[in-house]
């Protein structure tokens, strides 16, 4: 995230890096970026490529160019600017293929803008504003096509109120209100359709709550609570339904970042204890993705690349550096795309790497 209003929600102090992980092996470094980025999205689109769009890049200064990579030549083009300059926005791939990317920051503020991008034509386009500005807020496909954008900071607060953007309309229209105010929260799409919510900040209080937004009813109901306060986390929905919830801190920021986690249970709406992180991380929410085999490798928030499986965390390799809000996208052949992220001194990179499981 950007400047000023951002710099403060994400309490940018800068502590040492956490322990390292051992003798796992180091990743070589794959194609560069056309620019360095960090705070940005990766989306995989429908014939297999991956945007990468927006973020900030050295001096935190926001971007609206975007650039694709190629699995197939294992390099990265450049794919056009948005319409407006934006980091720490939401991307989503849509049913019909294009990619709906909203909110964000842009140098100083939080936006309500939002826009479509098109791997046909290779263009950005406007479509329907939100309802409120919103920085850090979380997009979630809905199975009727249409998606849920939840929270967020407006610049002066964190937000309870929530949009549903009709791709058939292009329009962002209100939905229910969340129990909490949240920003920098975590949302997960559930089996049975509905989407939990879990932790956040307001940006001055760090929450353990959770709830669930039922698209029939368009309501938010609460659900069991956190074991711990988390913001800058992640969650990953495991293969037998039950969702991943992982690292993460408290109010004190870098001075409190979780190797933790926790598992809710739709049947029972609790949260329990699992494994360990190998090392303690934050500022990751796009930094995880499932495999087909069902592992989640958790490839932000630190420099060690995790695997998580039948409760444990394993180390299986690391980066040059700890990356903060990085991306991890799963490519075709089952590849983790790792791309940008900034360190510890607050410097985006515009390395990527590749780990073949």
Request: proline letters at 4%.
């Amino acid at each position: 995230m950007v400047v000023r209003t951002a710099v403060a929600l994400l309490c940018l102090m800068l502590l040492p890096a956490a322990a390292g992980a051992g003798s796992v092996p180091l990743l070589p470094a794959g194609a560069a970026l056309e620019v360095e980025r960090a705070a940005h999205t990766a989306t995989r689109l429908a014939d297999g490529r991956v945007l990468v769009a927006g973020g900030i890049r050295a001096g935190e200064a926001a971007l609206a160019s975007a650039e694709a990579y190629d699995p197939s030549t294992r390099d990265f083009s450049a794919a056009g600017a948005m319409t407006s300059v934006r980091s720490g926005h939401t991307a989503t791939l849509l049913r019909n293929g294009l990619v709906l990317l909203a909110g964000g920051f842009d140098d100083e503020d939080p936006v309500r803008t939002a826009e479509l991008y098109d791997p046909a034509t290779g263009r950005f386009e406007r479509t329907g504003s939100l309802t409120a500005p919103r920085g850090g807020a979380t997009a979630t496909l809905l199975r009727d096509g249409r998606v849920l954008v939840a929270g967020g900071y407006d610049g002066s607060r964190s937000l309870r109120s929530t949009d549903l953007y009709d791709p058939k309309s292009g329009r962002f229209s209100r939905a229910g209100a969340m129990r909490t105010a949240r920003a920098a929260h975590t949302a997960t799409r559930l089996r049975d359709g509905r989407v939990l919510v879990t932790g956040g900040n307001t940006p001055d209080r760090v929450s353990r709550s959770a709830e669930i937004y039922d698209p029939r009813t368009r309501r938010f109901s609460a659900t069991g609570s956190l074991a711990i306060r988390r913001h800058k986390h992640a969650a990953a929905l495991l293969g037998n339904g039950r969702v991943l919830v992982l690292g993460g801190s408290d109010e004190r920021d870098w001075r409190r970042r979780y190797r933790t986690a926790e598992v809710f249970d739709p049947r029972t709406g609790r949260f329990s204890t699992t494994g360990l992180l190998s090392q303690a991380r934050f500022k990751m929410p796009d930094a995880v993705a499932v495999t087909p085999s069902g592992a989640v490798l958790v490839a932000g928030g630190a420099q060690v690349v995790d695997r998580f499986r039948a409760g444990r965390f394993v180390p299986v390799a690391k980066l040059d550096a700890a990356r903060y809000y990085s991306t991890a996208t799963l490519l075709r052949d089952g590849s983790l795309l790792i791309v940008g992220g900034y360190d510890e001194s607050i410097t985006p990179t515009a390395r990527s790497f590749l780990y073949k499981p």
